[in-house]
């Protein structure tokens, strides 16, 4: 039977190394730049495909609260090789198929792959950190900026692959997922207390708990809609690009390469989010950083080529510093028991709102063009970070002090 609480009483260094190299594992995604191309190749149009992503999304909506709970109350290592696992089956079932159905099947266990895994992973390196909690926005920076350049590697490279043989891409997936369960199964978990997560003594019971936590935290709330609805549009703009430039006459190597630039530009920001965390108030971060990830994107749609490129490099250079910063936050308000589950609130905002926008987004291009939709995508994003400045300066006004 699973248990609560790891063999070992505190995870040594060991166990948070063997972390990292799980969580590297997880970005060996080399489909990242080609699956929707693959699709294609399959006989599906861009409005199917957009069922097929929202398919994707559907599993966190259904599933990402309860596995925060089952992260929570199991085992964050035990949510972690499941969905690596998790992985490796979705793969196999999109190498095999051909028609919206299939297509549909593997993205929502894609989509399952993730409600495992986030939440959990950051909550397992939070409370692994011990007294070094207080950096972790510089921790988890790094971490992210060396993800995003294993992602950008795995993306080129499955990119280019693919020219030889779809095959060979898909192959490769599936041996790296196999590969995260059994580094997620080795790992030691930090202990937590008895009495709080694991007491409730279901999932429901331990839902609700974490509902009044959320209740007595207006502002983290506020936060996590933000946060849903701003990684869906930076989403959206992200997996597009693959048919966007396609139309541009690039071939799969060298949307492999944009695709890989555009991650090496996440890596960049995120390795800057620990000096960014102290230059001034963390509102005053988010919404500076969200105006120019938005007015980038709108510089997207541009028709010059390599205009367009800088202008979507700059945005994901923007949003790469954010994630840090942002998740750097959430942890730092959230209690410890909880805060997988609570973490899972984020995530499930984010795919709620994916399930509607990326099939609208992949008809708004169909019937208007790539460059609308970049410019819709841009002035999104420019009226949240309004949204969050009137925040501020209301919270600001009528609670002296707060940040």
Known sequence: MLELQSVSPVPGAGSVRRFYAFQLSTEGFFLSAIWILYLQSRGLSL???????????????????????FADMVGRRWSLALGSALVATSTAVLWIADSLPLAMLALFLHGASFSFRSGANQAFLYDALGDRQSSYAGIF????????LVAAAAAWLGATLSDISYNLPFALTIGVALG?????????????????????????????EAHQALRALPTVTAMLVFSGGFWAVVTVSGLYLQAAFSERGLSNSLIGAVVGAMLVMDALGALLAGPASRLGRFSTQIVVLAAISGFALAGTASGTLWFALTAFMLSRFASGVIEPLLFAWFNHQLPSDQRATL????????????????????RLAETQGWGT????????????????????????RFAPGAR
């Not at 495909?49 to 990402?64: D, K, N, S």
């Not at 920076?141 to 995003?148: E, F, K, M, T, V």
């Open 343 to 362: 973490l899972s609130i984020e995530s499930w905002l984010f795919s709620l709102t994916m399930i509607f926008a990326f099939p609208l987004a992949g």
């Open 47 to 69: 409005t199917e495909i957009g069922l097929a992503e929202a398919a994707f999304h559907l599993a966190p909506v259904l599933l990402e609260l309860p596995s925060g709970s």
């Open 141 to 148: 920076g790094r971490l992210l900026g060396a993800s995003y």
């Open 180 to 208: 995260g369960v059994w580094l997620a199964a080795g790992l030691s978990e930090p202990p937590r207390k008895r009495g709080d997560a694991g007491s409730s003594g279901s999932v429901l019971s331990h839902l609700g």
């Open 373 to 396: 939709l970049y410019l819709f995508c841009g002035v999104v994003t420019m009226v949240m970070a309004l949204v969050i400045l009137v925040g501020v300066v209301l919270r600001r």
